[in-house]
């Protein structure tokens, strides 16, 4: 396979998340970065991934991203359409799920979420959506993957409002809690991943983005960010990841009426 | 029994000041028209009950029609934020708006529960979460039988849960295609159902297993062609996405909501 030259550092962040899904896995995908990505994972080197959305579909093939969780698209190809209540309670609950694939507005060193307020809770600074489906995915799929844009906003060193569940304090704090759920094993960034040091469970890095230096990522870290002792080079995106990618978000575009 | 009565005539008749209003449906057949016939007759002090508020009940908050909203995802999906809502959170405005706050899990558990005559829904839910700490009706309770912890969230049971469908036929038998979310069982759920449907058919062609609502399970029926826009009605019509942007601008401002308010919804004669 051969390297492109150019792509985004958006680009790079979608087909690093996406290389992380194996073939045949079960993966409950959240819109946005996380439905991106295990598209892009379908269609690319996991032609036999299960794409399960919280609207109903299992086992969706959508040609085009969809723009809501809850899109035509994803009900015209899926193996099945179920209530929302049967996928949250047989499907998820159910420990039918391999993979979480979670976005974030924010997260801490212990792959914590925060998706519900900046500030106090009563009186917060910025209203945040809210939880959704996340805080049974974060404890209930096998493993979880959060991807996100990196920065000081973004990766904070105390939340807000833990929304959904990392490893908590960190070191066996989640254990504990004794979750069917493996926890997050990985946070797939625009710089980097990160991924949890062994006993500590703080996220460290393992692979920096090609041309991407640390003290880059430091910038970016709201916490004193530590790298592991053999950081990698993430391999850049083949020009197939590449050519895949463009060509499905140039069909959505298309196909939602939009130039960008 | 249902009645196949005007959209006007029904949110007079089933939907009351200080009711408990759950308008479902998730991203697709969101009931856009009978919101805004509440917005048109002034209802006030609801408990608006939805698990994606999304653009209809930043309207309705917008427009001043609630007290209370349990939701568990206030979103504009794909898009940001949902203005108004975060103005009445942030900024009490245009009153005050008191937050239920639940993940997804939990609301439909609920709804099952509720449609299934039972006081609370019991799931896994909210490990580690500090959603417990804030929502006081999120609470642990034991197993009978290995006292293991699980989480209880009290039923949901809305005065009126109301949705909008593709079809019904001239008994007012409802038919749901598509995403399901959790429509059938906030209906059943409910003391009051109201349905707004694309058009009343002499079949409904329904499959053995279809998503079928008899019609001694609803209140009334409304024919609402489009009932559904700016959501989508599988095999009717698309999601207008250009106006799920817009209203990014559009209730961005007090003004703005205003002006789109007056324009689009109040000015409109009701159905």
Known sequence: MTTATAYTTTEMMTVAAARRLPDRAVCFVGIGLPSTAANLARITHAPRIVLIYESGPIGAKPRVLPLSIGDGELADTADTVVSTAEIFRYWLQGERIDVGFLGAAQVDKFGNINTTVIGPYARPTVRLPGAGGAPEIAALAKEVLIVLQQSKRTFVDKLDFITSAGYLTGGDARARLKLPGKGPVAIITDLCVMEPEPVSNEFIVTSLHAGVTRAKVEEATGWAIRFASDVRVTPEPTERELSVLRDLQQRTAVAHGRAD | MADIVTLREAVGTLIHDGDVVAMEGFTHLIPFAAGHEVIRQKRRDLTLVRMTPDLIYDQLIGAGCARRL???????????????????????????????????????????????????????????????????????????????????????????????????????????????????????????????????VDDLGADTNACLLPHWVTSAVCVVPRGAHPSYAYGYYDRDNLFYQEWDNIARTREGFQSWLNHHVLKEPAA
């Open chain 2, 70 to 200: 349990v939701f568990s995802w206030g979103g504009n999906p794909g898009v940001g934020s949902l203005h108004r809502f975060r103005d009445a959170v942030e900024h009490d405005w245009p009153r005050p708006l008191e937050v239920e706050e639940h993940s997804h899990a939990a609301m439909a558990n609920a709804y099952v529960a509720g449609a299934a005559n039972l006081p609370f829904a019991l799931f896994r839910g909210y490990a580690g979460s500090d959603l417990p700490r804030y929502n006081d009706r999120i609470r642990p309770v034991n197993c009978p039988f290995t006292g293991e912890v699980l989480t209880a969230v009290p039923s949901l049971r809305p005065d009126v849960t109301v949705i909008h469908a593709q079809r019904a036929d001239r008994d007012g038998n409802v038919l749901i295609r598509g995403i399901l979310g959790v429509q059938k069982e906030a209906v059943l759920a409910a003391r009051r159902a109201l349905i707004t449907v694309e058009e009343i």
